[in-house]
């Protein structure tokens, strides 16, 4: 059935705050900006509201959701206990983008984590975001505000391509900061371990942890993530997409060399780059991705790049690759993800 999708612009958040927070309560949903992405938020409490997203995004029902707070307070009621460990993880990164897994208190659904024991709960860093779950006196689950299978939104424009009329409000809080999602941290373990990468890097969390650990799974295609997020496809444009790794020079020919083979075929041709060689391409679609010396700017324009590849109707997108390392662990992720593992190391 199609909603009536209101759409609040930036300049009149404030004075429709109250509505968002009804809409919370009764079991609708609104999506609201936050520092990573936009999320499609529900009543993370109310199995129907929850159900009710699944549906939206056309998500599998075993993969569970995010529980956005806006106060610590709000944590106790969602969790068993609170370890030591995400004690200190909380204290230095929220709010801002780290989601951290505890043992599910029986008041979150098993709806909502996807039949886990475990809930995943983060405090979002931005304002819209906190003034919302606050206004609603509700904790908020919000996968990505994106169809199923899309590369997340970090932008209004894209939520209102995906989900006009499947949701109850769209608030535009503009271009979101970091435009990648949180990074998915489980301390239910002995070694913290990351199920997904995102916008706060390994490096980061070894500032608390002596030993943080990725999830085997996300280097291992044979061995099934505990992120259940992390198997399905997912950041995919329609275009079969191709990256490459290596040194800088070694990638960019093999670029140079597949786009003008590409071309050569006929097909519509989008090369994803950095900055440094935006010029150095012939075909109409060259996406600058941002400097090789700021792979924050990279994770920033990742999404929005790919959905423009969809735009521009690509038949092949040619990305570079990049550093294993920092945040560029979660473009190569993304990337990796978006190509179903086209990713050629040179
Ligand atoms: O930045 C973000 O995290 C954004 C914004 C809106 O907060 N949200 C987001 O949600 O990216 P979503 O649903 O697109 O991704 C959530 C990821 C999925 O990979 C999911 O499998 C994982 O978190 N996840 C959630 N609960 C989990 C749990 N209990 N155990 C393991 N993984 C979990
Ligand atoms: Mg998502």
């Known amino acids: 059935m199609l909603k009536k999708t209101k759409i609040v612009k930036k300049e009149s958040i404030a004075e429709n705050l109250a509505e968002a927070g009804e809409i919370i309560r009764r079991g609708g949903l609104v999506v609201f900006p936050t520092e990573t992405v936009y999320g499609l ?58 989601t951290l897994l505890f043992n ?4 979150v659904p098993l709806t909502t984590t996807g039949g886990l024991e475990t809930v995943a709960i983060r405090m979002p860093d931005n304002q819209v975001a906190l003034d919302l779950i606050k206004e609603s006196g509700r904790p908020i689950a919000a996968p990505s505000a994106n169809i199923s299978g899309k ?25 979101t900061e970091f435009g990648m999602e949180s990074t998915v941290l489980d301390l239910t373990g002995k070694v913290p371990t990351i199920l997904r990468p995102g916008s706060v890097t390994k490096e980061q969390l070894a500032l608390i942890f002596d030993d943080v650990e990725y999830d085997p799974a996300l280097q291992d295609a044979s061995s ?37 083979r590409y071309i050569s075929r006929g ?18 679609n060259v996406l600058d991705l941002g400097s090789r010396d700021s792979l924050e700017d990279v994770a920033k324009n990742l999404f929005e790049a790919l959905r423009k590849c969809d735009n521009l109707k690509a038949d092949i997108i040619i990305a570079q690759g990049f550093e294993d390392k920092g945040i560029g662990k979660a473009i190569m992720n993304r990337l990796g993800k978006a190509a179903g593992g086209n990713v050629e190391h040179l």
Not at 57 to 82: F, T
Not at 161 to 174: H, P, S, T
């Open 151 to 175: 590369p997340s939104p970090t932008n209004a424009e894209h939520v209102i391509l995906d989900l006009f009329g499947k949701v109850d409000m769209i608030i535009d809080g503009g271009d």
């Open 224 to 260: 099934t993530p505990r992120s259940p997020g992390q198997k399905y496809k997912h950041y995919s444009p329609e275009a079969e997409v191709k990256v490459f790794v290596g040194d800088d020079e070694s990638v960019y020919l093999k670029m140079l060399q597949e786009e003008a």
């Open 41 to 98: 938020g529900a009543n993370a409490l109310d199995e129907r509201a929850v159900k009710s997203v699944f549906e939206a995004k056309g998500r599998p029902q075993d993969n569970p959701l995010i529980v956005h707070i806006a106060e610590y307070s709000q944590l106790e009621a969602l969790v068993a206990d609170v370890p030591e460990k995400a004690k200190e993880a909380i204290e230095m990164f929220w709010p801002g983008p780290l």
């Open 267 to 284: 097909c519509n041709v989008c090369v994803l780059t950095v900055t440094e060689n935006v010029d150095k391409f012939v075909s109409k």
């Open 104 to 107: 599910r208190s029986p008041l």
